[in-house]
């Protein structure tokens, strides 16, 4: 009797423990290839083996593959618990599994539910979408990120190209402005954009000002006779040839 009790105790203490990883699913029956949203629940000796080792993207036994992954929260039962998205790649033949860490093995059990198969082929397939191994989901990222930087120059690159033909427009409006100036008035407009003009080229302020001194002898009368107005003009043309070099620039 008493080795009986003994033989009982051991198998109860030291036999085979429950799985460290509990998968359980919210529907009965499960298409072979279909997203299923299930609950994990993990013991923390279990959680400890897992340290580093990552559960999304995993395939369990070649016939679970774990696409998502919630940030894991203590229960009621003070186990840790996750919500996920899982897919049966093919039916299982057990409904457990074991995973193997740098820090040991992990066992993985779900529940007994009705797999049925599908058509589709068995080579990770959700309907038409291919499950990406890491190494395509690498490349992806890459591309998109190549991708996105070049879209990025490129618009950078159209904005300066854009930014020189504005500011090309400009001078060549101005220059075409200071040509084009050959009566009185619109001599005077020249001068109200002194200012605008000098601040583009400083090296005008010379030619300014000995047209300024034939302008102010007249300016400021109400009334300028026609010999005034030519002897502005004249000054103008002066101003034209001592800026002839610096508006070829322009």
Excluded: C
């Excluded at 083996?49 to 369990?60: A, C, N, R």
């Excluded at 036994?61 to 996750?82: C, G, H, M, R, W």
């Amino acid at each position: 009797m008493k080795r009986l009790l003994y033989l009982l105790s051991f198998i109860f203490f030291v036999g085979p423990a429950s799985a460290g990883i509990v998968i359980k699913f919210s529907e009965n029956k499960i298409t072979q290839g279909s997203l299923q949203s299930v609950k994990l629940l993990i013991d923390e000796e279990s959680f400890i083996k897992l340290d580093s080792f990552k559960l999304i993207g995993l395939t369990i036994n070649e016939t679970l593959y774990i696409q998502s992954v919630s940030p894991f929260t203590k229960n009621n039962s003070n186990d840790l618990e996750a919500n996920a998205t899982v897919v049966f790649i093919k039916v299982p033949k057990e409904n457990s599994a074991i995973i193997e860490t740098s820090k040991g093995k992990i066992g993985v059990e779900w529940e007994n539910n009705e797999i049925s198969p599908t058509e589709a082929s068995q080579n990770f397939l959700f309907g038409n979408f291919e499950i990406p191994r890491s190494k395509n989901i690498f490349w992806g990222l890459f591309i998109l990120i190549v991708f996105g930087f070049l879209v990025f120059i490129g618009i950078k690159l159209k904005k300066t190209r854009d930014q020189k033909l504005k500011i090309k427009k400009y001078l060549k409006n101005i220059k075409d402005q200071i040509l084009s100036s050959n009566d009185y008035h619109s001599i005077v407009e020249i001068w109200k954009k002194k200012h605008e003009i000098l601040n583009l080229y400083p090296n005008l302020s010379s030619a300014f000002s000995h047209l300024e001194k034939e302008l102010f002898k007249v300016q400021f009368k109400p009334v300028q006779s026609e010999l005034e107005k030519e002897e502005v003009q004249k000054a103008y043309k002066f101003f034209l040839d001592q800026i002839k070099g610096d508006l070829d620039g322009i």
